[in-house]
């Protein structure tokens, strides 16, 4: 395996598939399918999933609602759809634990660093939910955030495009994409990889990114096993 420990960023718009909102049992299915493939093969492997198919707090500003109100709404969609996940990689015989940054004893523990560490190195999935805990952050900050303190070996950001392009794939035809590219070379080109806070927490930190397609199912086996798929973003 080209890794040990990776952090795997969906978005909760993924888990629509094909609808409109909400999430999609097939979509569902698959990913726990593809993670089951690499949990299997030793990986550990941790998960930060957005709450964009259910409820998005910068939406809830535009219509007239208190930001901060929003952004906790938002996080609790996190957790309907880390909740989701975790049900259908339990169907699966997967061992999962579902971590919240916000208290919430009935349905999952509170975040721990220690207490994800060990859960990670008994070969359990471990699912981070509520983002940072805290309003004004994205899901993708809470990514760049978790994999840090658990010294995961990359982050894996699973999206419904084959990597990261010089403009939107789906939107012009003459988009180049990058299999390689660095830091720097994004924030001067202007590319769309992550929000800026995220970004440069791994810039920082010395953390790579892999921008790759997930909805075509067994990349993410493909990817950790050493084949070159979506995009890399490392130090120069």
Do not use: W
Not at 34 to 53: H, P, R, Y
């Amino acid at each position: 395996m080209q890794y040990k420990r990776v952090l795997l960023k969906l978005s909760g718009e993924s888990l629509m598939g094909d609808k409109q909102f909400g999430i999609d049992n097939r979509r569902l299915e698959q990913y726990a399918l593809d993670i089951k493939e690499v949990v299997e093969s030793g990986l550990e492997v941790a998960i930060v999933i957005g709450g964009g198919n259910i409820f998005r707090g910068i939406q809830a500003e535009e219509g007239g609602m208190d930001r901060v109100q929003g952004d906790y709404m938002g996080m609790l969609a996190t957790l309907i759809n880390s909740m989701a996940l975790q049900s259908a990689l339990e169907r699966l015989g997967i061992a999962t634990r579902l971590l919240s940054a916000i208290k919430m004893e009935e349905i999952a523990e509170t975040f721990i660093r220690r207490r994800a560490v060990r859960h990670l190195e008994k070969g359990r999935v471990v699912i981070f939910g509520a983002g940072t805990g805290n309003p004004y952050f994205t899901t993708d900050s809470a990514a760049s955030l978790r994999a840090i303190e658990i010294e995961a070996d990359v982050i894996l950001k699973g999206t419904r495009v084959d990597g990261i392009y010089s403009a939107d794939p789906e939107k012009d035809n003459t988009a180049v994409k990058y299999d390689v590219i660095n830091f720097e070379e994004v924030y001067k080109k202007g590319l769309n990889v992550m929000d800026m806070t995220a970004f440069t927490l791994c810039k920082e930190n010395k953390l790579p990114i892999v921008v790759f397609d997930m909805n075509k199912k067994g990349n993410l086996f493909k990817l950790v096993a050493g084949e070159k798929l979506g995009t890399l973003v490392e130090m120069e």
